[in-house]
Structure formats: C-alpha cells, structure tokens
C-alpha cells in the first residue's frame, strides 16, 4: 500500500531554479536514507542527490554547488532544490526511499513514478 508521490516537475527556464518534493502515501514504520535520481532518454538512471537516515548527504558532480536535498522525518517527505538549471538537466526525475513497512519488515527501496523536468525557453 506505500508509494511515493513526487511533485514540483515542469517546465523551466535555462538557469532557473526548481524545488521538487516526495512525500510517503501510506504507512512507513520507519525510513532509511532518501535520495533523488534522474533518467533521460536512452540513459541509465543516475544519482543526484541522497540523504542518510543520519542526514549526511552526497551529491552528484554535475550537481555540487547547485542542488540541495533536505529531508522531514516528521513529514516524511524528502525535497530537491536545484538552481542554475541547464538543458541537459531535462529528464524524469525519481524520488527513492528505503522504507520499513512493518516493525519485522527489513528496509526495502521504494521509487516514486517519476515527475518530468523539462529546461528549455
């Protein structure tokens, strides 16, 4: 019954900024780390950005300095802040979670569908 829902895709500016967010649906019991990745057409799908269940954080080279990933365990959401946007950023992006579902369940990654970023003029 968990799923994720991301929301904040859309069209964009070159060197606009965008703020993307995922929330749980459902019941977690508890969460592990949360990330955020993104695919292109014809590419494999790649890391952007992710958080520990510590809130250590890493991102990807070609988003150092421009995104900023911040997670609310009260919430449960987890949210992309990413300025400077280029063309080549134009992709689906995906919000991933490690989730417990249960108190005897083990963490398992869960992905949201994907919400479209597209940067043009």
């Known amino acids: 019954q968990v799923h994720l829902v991301e929301s904040g895709g859309g069209l964009v500016q070159p060197g606009g900024s965008l703020r993307l967010s995922c929330a749980i649906s459902g019941f977690a019991f508890s969460i592990g780390s949360m990330g955020w990745y993104r695919q292109a057409p014809g590419n494999q799908r790649e890391l952007i950005a992710q958080?520990?269940?510590?809130?250590?954080?890493n991102y990807a080279d070609s988003y150092k300095g421009r995104a900023t990933i911040t997670r609310d365990n009260v919430q449960r959401t987890v949210a992309l802040y990413m300025d400077d946007l280029r063309s080549e950023d134009t992709a689906t992006y995906f919000c991933?979670?490690?989730?417990?579902?249960?108190?005897?369940?083990?963490?398992?990654?869960?992905w949201g569908q994907g919400t479209q970023v597209t940067v043009a003029s």
């Open positions: 991933q979670m490690q989730l417990r579902t249960g108190e005897f369940s083990e963490l398992t990654t869960y």
């Open positions: 958080i520990s269940s510590q809130s250590v954080v």
